[in-house]
């Protein structure tokens, strides 16, 4: 075999095994992404990454990860989209790794830092990537999407 028929042959059975784990194991956050993936399908644009479908939707908030499903803002600023794809896309891979686990692990501690400590964030002039799991995702997603995140201040 050609190193470049290999290297699709390992590229198509990571792929069969990133659906699969999302689709076992990673059932439960699929289950509620994919739903929703369906209720917004024929009001917004998507777009796909990596294995990764998303979903951009007319709010205001940043993004959101529920397994292959990436819902987020649709305002086009760059390097803000790009880099968040890649955020999101490091939760994708966790979900992976967690599964049901995800919720808990990330879900609601990712959400809680984001709501409730804006304020908190200030005075103490923390980044909202200083959390565990949001530091986790900057660099998993930059690992398995092979791109870097860009500076945006
Ligand atoms: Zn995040």
Known sequence: M?????AKAVKGISKALFWLVQWTWGLPVNLIGGLMYLVFYPKCRHGRFNNAFITYVPWKFGGLSLGQFIFMADHGREPW???TRIHE???TIQCLLLGP???FVIGVPS??????FNGYRGRHNKSY?????ESW??????KWSGLKRK???
Do not use: F, I, Q, R
């Open 81 to 83: 989209t790009s880099n």
């Open 129 to 133: 990537y200083d959390l565990y799991c």
């Open 89 to 91: 896309y490091g939760h």
């Open 137 to 142: 995702a900057n660099k998993w997603g930059e």
């Open 151 to 153: 500076n945006d201040d």
């Open 111 to 116: 959400a809680v830092w984001c709501h409730l």
């Open 101 to 103: 686990l995800y919720w």
């Open 2 to 6: 050609s190193e470049a028929k290999k």
